[in-house]
């Protein structure tokens, strides 16, 4: 398998290089040229870790059976606690697909788990000697999420950049008690506007990246652009399609709609690959919060990004610029050069509209929906009143939207985080006064739901705090270059 740039026609790098150098030229993303062929029949049997290698041999051909087989048992055994793609029956015909029972109770740990493996491997493959060093600017669950993946592997070191005061006090603490001998992390004052525009800073210095070169390391990222985090996500649908095949929840070769909370596209896209597959996936539905440039971009074929931003109760979802739409774009206009104009577009105007035959491919697998912080409030409260189902903030949002988009199909929506890491918002939309601890309120949404936190969450209060400087935006420069 070759992979192309969404910006570029005449590029072809192997999934190695992919890996290793994040982004393609000109800002382009790595994208597979062909779609891998799924095989139903032989797949629905195996095991959450078999799946996985199978799935990625499509897409990872340079990588040998063996390493594939190794990481992928490695990653999805015993780190999700036997429950890697656990799906749970909400209702009649609505399903969650529970993404929350690895390490960091956050979905990203299927990719970040992995990833940091294949980034090991290609550095074998293409014969590199370097140190990465790792820069992750994060809202709360990619940082957590990137320090336990990369802990502890040889040739990588990473730096985790966060707000101060600007998540909760479990994703904080989750940070701040990071083990490892190559992790750093840093509090900036500032929100994590202020983080990111300093990391990227330090992405685009030259100055930096000779100093780094010289000393034998270079810098990559983390974030959900490159293919390394995208692959591993694909899994988890054949696997939810299944496990509902099994149950009798769904007749075999019968489409099963899914309902993804959306930020970064990455998630849903992956259900796109999964049905492009072969996977018999009817809609795709993509749920946003209030930031729900998405909802129209998908209902109207204008992106328009020139709009406010708001902080939600799901900040995971809280962006405008959307980056793995532009692999979308890619799949359905099979241009470069329009995909290359609509991004100049967005760049340099904030928006672009897209022509009708990639509007109208795009409505054929894709519904659209957003609902605001009160309606996903409402929507924890009647889910856990009238199902007994206890979700979280940014899986309450697809929970709306999912109620407003059913068709006949059965419809799987993602569950992305534990209602556990955020205690306070939770439990207030449970009606409850929460108090103002997230350790209080974590035991009072015990009570009141009748189940314990994950263990991970519950033992942050004992972990020793490992990281606790706080530094200006200007700082992080010298903080990347230690
Ligand atoms: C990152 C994240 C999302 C959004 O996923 P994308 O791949 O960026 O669309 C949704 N929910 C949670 C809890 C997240 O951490």
Known sequence: MQYQSTRDAGLRVTAAEAIVRGLAPQSGLFVPESFPRADLEAWRQLSYPELAEKVLAGYLTDYSAD???RAAQATYGEAFGGKAGCTVKVCDGLYALELWHGPTCAF????????????????????????????VATSGDTGKAALAGYAGLDGIDIAVFYPNAGTSEIQRLQM????????????????????QTGVKRVFSDETVAAELEARGIRLSSANSINWGRLAPQIVYYFYAYFRLAEQGAVAWGEPVDFCVPTGNFGDILAGYYAKRMGLPVGKLVCASNRNNVLTDFIRTGTYDARREFYKTASPSMDILISSNL????WHVSGSSDKVADWMRQLAQTGRYTVDAETLAAIQASFDAGFADDAQGAEEIRVRFAQDGYLCDTHTAVAFCVAARCRTAAPMVVLSTASPFKFPRDVLTALGQTAPAGDFAAMAALEAAAGVQAPQSLRALAELPVRFTQVIEPGEIRAAALQ
């Open 67 to 69: 390493f594939l087989h």
């Open 326 to 329: 532009e692999r979308l774009l």
């Open 108 to 135: 990203k740990d299927y990719a970040l788990q992995l990833m940091p493996k294949l980034l090991v491997e290609a550095k074998r493959i293409l014969h590199r000697g370097e140190t990465t060093r790792i820069l």
């Open 176 to 195: 701040a008690t990071q083990a490892g001998d190559n992790v750093r992390v840093y509090a900036v004052e500032g929100n994590f506007d202020d983080a």
